[in-house]
């Protein structure tokens, strides 16, 4: 193998074990440790985990009236997101600086990056069919193997979660012809649950291009089946399918210029997974998986380009309860084929074998934890990747920590056998990250303060009129991240700010597209029947490539406030109404590219 570069650890793993996590309902008042994630590959409360995480429940995604998940992400703790122009467009996430394909997502488990190029479809996702998201910053390739440099984001999507048989129906319409529908179905029938969801979305959205009249439409639909049913305390079954299809218009398509392009985008994700209990501490969870996808792009109608990509996931985990802690076992699979569109690419599938292991104890004061993996890539070699924590609890509130990781991106088809330029010489890109970390946590609030340093070595850059991927650049990124948060007589306020040092070492220049600092403050207050809420998100300002003449340009800093109100009329009907951009500011996130200016919609609910 070419590629053969043995690393020592990598920060605490965020990582579910390839099946879904049934998510309950959760209280409004509730602390930290009630909530479950999954680190390690082993369930843990959210204050048991030794990484810098985030948590966006259910009542939370309901309050805040988001109308996409990009709106859910944005701004964050270490999280920044790009998208030139409307919905559907391209759209770039950076966790803690690193690029766009140096962050994991998963939906239930399965990967949903598109095998070619890395890229996420952002949009294919509605947030009416998300249960829960789950954020942990840092790198977690000693869980996941490769992509997680900047961290790892999991999205569970709905289950049913209340006895007996129960239904909603969301209508909501806004601006810009704007349009949902959703309807969901679920139930709960002794040790089995079944849920349904329809979503469907239509919007004329607005220009992509600010030097462009014409308005760039939107507009998505989606269905999802979850079944989950216990055998007694032997076993637990856990199945779910999710299709979605996204059609969008953009701007800057063709030579010459075309203002009327339009993408197609189809999803599809199946996963079913069995948990046996064979003892009392010890569960062994099997688990299969395939994600299917395909993209289209048009101009003026006729077709322009199609990929389709298939991705099969296999894995065998075991998970076993310590006197002090918990420890975990797995192996998995997983390949990956170009179906459609792969015409002059030299290879067209690939195969990935990982082996892992992970622990966690925890002695008095004291708490500890260590994970490796092993990773062996049919087209660029293998890896072995790890982590290492510890913890001192300071008082009974108070804990203080470190950590220490390394992580690694893998090249991609295009990168290593694409039709234009490809190199299959690539080696991976590789990352090394250390955390301190200081955590307070009391019954009606919470704060917490990292500070982090990445070194990510061999980054993938293109070169040469052919634009060649080339191993030639490093980054060095710092930073210091500060969330809290407070549950009080109706209030919930969450706040969040993070200041980085995001710079490409061969050039001494900040990162594109990072801002130095950014930050968010989400609050609401419920009384009586209402409730009332605001979002601030902001950002200094931004390296950028200038749209028209490809040269540095500087995007300026913005604040942008959203603004929102719901009435429980009766115990079946819900009134509800936002106001996005409530200062109808005028910023850009790329350069070149618009943003949502003010914008109103309304929605009625109804409970059955």
Known sequence: MRYKKKVAVSSVALAVAMTTVSAHAQQVQQSLDDVQVTANRLPQSQADV????????????????????VELLQGRAGIELARNGSRGNTTSLFMRGTNSDHTLVLVDGLRIASPTDGSINWEFLPVAAIQRIEIVRGPRAAAYGADAIGGVINILTRTADQDGQHATLDLRVGEDSSQQQSGWFSSVQGDTRLSALIDHQKSDGYSARDNSTDDDGFEQATGQLSLNHAFADKADLDVSLLRSTTDYDYDDCGFPYSEDCRGKGEQFLAQAALTSHLTRSWDMVLSAGQARESRENRITGDDQGKTATRRND???AHRFRLDNGSAGLGVDYRQEELTDGDDGYARDSRENYGLYANWQGDYGRHSLSAGGRYDDDQLFGDATTGNVGYAYQLTERQQVGATYGTAFKAPSFLELYGPFGANPDLDAEASETTELFWRLRAESWHIGLTAFETHIDDLISFSGPNFTPINIDDARIRGVELSTGWEHGGFDISASLTHQDPEDRSTGERLQRRARTFGRIDADYAFSEWGVGATLRSAADRRDVDVVSFGDTTTAGYGVVDLRTAWQVTPEIQLSAKLENAFDRDYQLV??????????????????
Do not use: H, P
């Open 591 to 608: 350069d070149g590219y618009n943003t949502q200016d003010r914008y109103l919609e309304g929605g009625v609910k109804l409970s059955f």
């Open 314 to 316: 296999f894995g065998i």
């Open 50 to 69: 030794l990484a810098s995480t985030t948590i966006i429940d259910r009542a939370e995604i309901e309050r805040s009236q988001a109308g996409s998940l």
